[in-house]
């Protein structure tokens, strides 16, 4: 996309970029649960059981649906499977059960044909329906790439009307993983890719005058996914269509990674008012994925009502907003960071982005206190070891440790401590707005000022003596959510303030303690998740964009290692700072050839200390080919006990046993020179 047309599109990809306000979207009707237009974000998931067990699939559906599944996934890779599920469907509804079914169709136009006149709704991936992947370079002509257009209206109309004539709703899913070959060629591995494979079926659609659609652009990295959806919903635009969009980062894993994973991705787009319906892909049951998703989209339905009573005061203030944000230069479409000045050759510039732990309320008497922040100590020695996930300053506020502390471990202190202290050297002072101005005495090289959104546009802002030694600590409990942060990193680019920012966000925010998501709070696990997923969102959303120099997330409720693991699991999720190996872990279903739980816990075992590494694991092939091209290495189900190993996307054992598989994808490990011994 060349560089007008990129800036006639920014900001147009939602109503604003700095006040939450929902795209509306036409409305779609599947069975008794419409999607899109006023209807609230619906909750989904997808069963892991052979279509073909009937009972087991029915029961697994139930205790979707109890958890909070508005719609039930099931895969349909053959006409057998599509024809079952019209007795899963008939054994649901005799159990009192009218949750709609979503048939997930790849590779078999015959399977979804059959299926479209049983479910609710189908669900085709425009890379393999009529497509194909070889990893081919194809140079086709204009007249050459028609024809194949051509092809696939051919293959892809039978569907459209059979879809017509029952009602059956469609969402047209394009995955990063299993971009056709056709697509590749003229459009590389790209967000630009990805949506054009979907507009290509749409426009079908709409020339057929078929007009129930979904559409998702899945991708396992959240930045790629992100970009994606929002073209896709530009293009539409330009086209003048609005179809609801259903948001997943695909293979996100498990556990901490895949809640971190989903939340920098989905949340950043329901930030931006994006999104009707949302399914979270983990390597768990499919019932654990629902109540991830309420907790993503529940913080939604207050902020909705909240900025319709700001903004019925004046009622073209979000259109002034709309046409204020294409003023910015921020491109929404690819990644680059915000440049800032390199601080103290620590912070901003090309440094990672930096993380910060609150310690005050420790005991300052221990040192075994820095171990859930990253450096273990041992008394027999007398020394500090660091981890991989090592935390960059810590915050004693006015105390001061008894202990020492690692050599390379920055202090922050409130500046009134700081001054009186006689060592300075590791030490560096917070300030208030008021009290750097104000101040006689400054450290030469790292000074980190307090500010709020709202600072930046006040008198005490616009005296600020700027040095290169600066940097801005920005301090957010708006319910408004990361919308005024972003506000703040538009406003320092308008100043042309190249200040590097760590944004420090609260859990919970004072503000909502007696209401909403945190007073439903149960117990630390539920409390942990609610913080992992805000905590994503808020400054995830900042991440993929370029914003922020550094994260500190203040949550007194929750414990060091857990603040530690989760600002950590931020910035790789963003592909900002890697601590960890990577896994892109599929979520299972009814085409899984093993466990994925059970295989992805025992790859993890061996191989967790590979930082840097990305392996991806699935269940079979409908998207590992493609997924593996943003992997290293990949584990992939070829068959019955079968097991195909990859390096990026090139198979290089077929068909292994898959008791073996796990030792010979360590040994292709070493034989590239990636292996190192667990310490």
Known sequence: MDTDAVKLLQGRYCNSLTEYSRFVTREVFIGDVPMGGNNPIRIQSMTTTDTMDTIGTVEQSIRMVDAGCEYVRITAPSIKEAKNLAEIKKQLRMRGYNVPLVADIHFTPNAAEVAARIVEKVRVNPGNYADKKKFDQIDYTDAGYQGEL????????????ICKEYGTAMRIGTNHGSLSDRIMSRYGDTPQGMVESAMEFMRICETLN??????????????????????????????G????????????????????KSAVGIGTLLEDGLGDTVRVSLTEEPEAEAPVAIALVERYSSRKSLVESLTSENSNKTQDLRLRTQDFHHNPYEYKRRHTYEANAFIGGHMVPRVVVDLSKKNLKDPAILGDAGYLYSALLDKYNMAEQSVDFVYFADELPSFTL????????????????ADKTMCHPLFTLKEYIEADDRSSTLNLVKVKPADIDSDLFGALPFDQSLVFVLETDSLLGMTDQRSFFFKLEELGVDVPVIVKRSYPEESQKDHGPWSMVHGQEELTTLLQLYAATDLGALL?????????????EIGTKTITST?????????????????????????????????????????????????????????????????????????????????????????????NALDELIGIIKEDGNWVEQE
Request: glycine fraction near 10%; hydrophobic fraction near 35%.
């Open 150 to 161: 051509e092809r696939i209206y051919q293959k892809f109309a039978p569907l459209v009307n």
């Open 210 to 239: 078929y007009y129930n659609l979904v559409i998702s652009m899945k991708s396992s990295n959240p930045q790629v996914m992100v970009q994606a959806y929002r073209l896709l919903v530009e293009t539409m635009v330009a086209e």
């Open 241 to 260: 269509m609005n179809y609801p969009l259903h948001l997943g980062v695909t293979e996100a894993g498990d556990g901490e990674d895949g809640r971190i």
């Open 406 to 421: 690692p050599g390379n471990l920055k202090q922050l202190y409130n500046y009134k401590t700081w001054q009186k202290l």
């Open 544 to 556: 993929v964009d370029g914003f922020g120099d550094g994260v500190w997330i203040d949550a007194p």
């Open 567 to 659: 600002a950590f699991g931020i910035l790789q999720a963003t592909r900002s700072r890697i601590s960890k190996t990577e896994y892109i872990s599929c979520p299972s279903c009814g085409r899984t050839l093993f466990d994925l739980m059970i295989t992805t816990q025992m790859i993890r075992s061996r191989t967790s200390h590979l930082k840097g590494l990305k392996i991806g694991i699935m269940g079979c092939i409908v998207n590992g080919p493609g997924e593996m091209a943003d992997a290293d290495y990949g584990y992939v189900g070829s068959g019955t006990d079968k097991v195909t190993l990859y390096r990026g996307k090139e198979a290089v054992k077929k068909n292994i046993s898959s008791a």
